[in-house]
């Protein structure tokens, strides 16, 4: 379907109706020639923070907000699907 000019050798494929993912994956992991093969993850955030004052990050997500441009932001709300971190303070033991 797809290839990138960037990444060479990165191709999106369709398979076949019928074709179980689980096989098709199989196979392609098999063949000498694929390095790896995975399927195409969609992640949606699905929670946003509880800060009063998130609306107001226009960094963070961008809807306009302050006369801002609408989307010019790091995506950070869908990038939260992912990963929220973590925060670990750690002291000294000595």
């Known amino acids: 379907m797809r290839s990138w000019g960037s990444i060479e050798g990165l191709q999106l494929v369709r398979l076949a109706t019928g074709t179980h993912l689980k ?9 000498r020639n694929v390095l790896y093969a995975e399927p195409n993850y969609i992640y949606h955030a699905l ?19 302050n006369l801002g441009t609408v989307g010019a932001d790091i995506h950070a709300t869908q990038a939260w699907g992912l990963t929220t971190g973590s925060f670990k303070c750690c002291r000294r033991s000595d």
């Open 23 to 31: 096989d098709a994956l199989r196979a392609y992991r098999q063949n």
């Open 47 to 65: 929670t946003t923070p509880n800060d009063p004052k998130f609306p107001q990050l226009w960094g963070l997500q961008n809807t306009g907000q």
